[in-house]
T-cell receptor, first 115, second 111 residues
């Protein structure tokens, strides 16, 4: 596609439930990133994929968070046993390579609300 | 450690210049960026500057970098109502891919 697509755009879930957030990067972009933006804050890095593998998952806050990119294109961020503190906008970005950020394209994000 | 700080809010009149400031702490930053975020939209890269430059101009945008003081600014000339948004500065380390963002400055342009 022309840009990075994220679905759903909004997700409301109950505390304790499982959610999946999807990111469809720009075709041909090998690098894919997930960031989390809490209210009133700047985005914070979660995980970086180069191809199918997670090259850096140091930003994932705990083991309830997991992300996959099985075919090197679409990625899914999975959150188990959601907590109210997980409420945020989850942003995905992709780039042609993994070096530098001049070529990052961000999606519009998924706003997750845990009630 | 990595820390990027910005003032929270700026209000200007349409047609005036806006200056948004940012300070960062890590001297190994390679690139510094300005992103714009409008409601419900993703982050749009406005401009960036390499750490060995002092200034970069791109149409209405001027970026100034004071590496000694670790201070970055974004000047928007002839500010328009469409410039109302949240502006984030961000840094990236040498050979890295991880963006470190500030908390954002909300710019309000009054008619």
């Amino acid at each position: 596609g022309a840009g990075v697509s994220q679905t759903p755009s909004n997700k409301v879930t109950e505390k304790g439930k499982y959610v999946e957030l999807r990111c469809d990067p720009i075709s041909g972009h090998t690098a894919l990133y997930w960031y989390r933006q809490s209210l009133g804050q700047g985005p914070e890095f979660l995980i970086y994929f180069q191809g199918t593998g997670a090259a850096d998952d140091s930003g994932l806050p705990n083991d309830r968070f997991f992300a996959v990119r099985p075919e090197g294109s679409v990625s899914t961020l999975k959150i188990q046993r959601t907590e109210r503190g997980d409420s945020a906008v989850y942003l995905c970005a992709s780039s042609l390579t993994g070096q530098g950020a001049t070529g990052y394209t961000f999606g519009s994000g998924t706003r997750l609300t845990v009630v | 450690g990595e820390d990027v700080e910005q003032s929270l809010f700026l209000s200007v009149r349409e047609g005036d210049s806006s200056v948004i400031n940012c300070t960062y702490t890590d001297s190994s930053s390679t690139y510094l960026y300005w992103y714009k975020q409008e409601p419900g939209a993703g982050l749009q890269l406005l401009t960036y500057i390499f750490s060995n430059m002092d200034m970069k101009q791109d149409q209405r945008l001027t970026v100034l970098l004071n590496k000694k003081d670790k201070h970055l600014s974004l000047r928007i000339a002839d500010t328009q109502t469409g410039d109302s948004a949240i502006y984030f500065c961000a840094e990236i380390m040498d050979s890295s891919y991880k963006l470190i963002f500030g908390s954002g400055t909300r710019l309000l342009v009054r008619p």
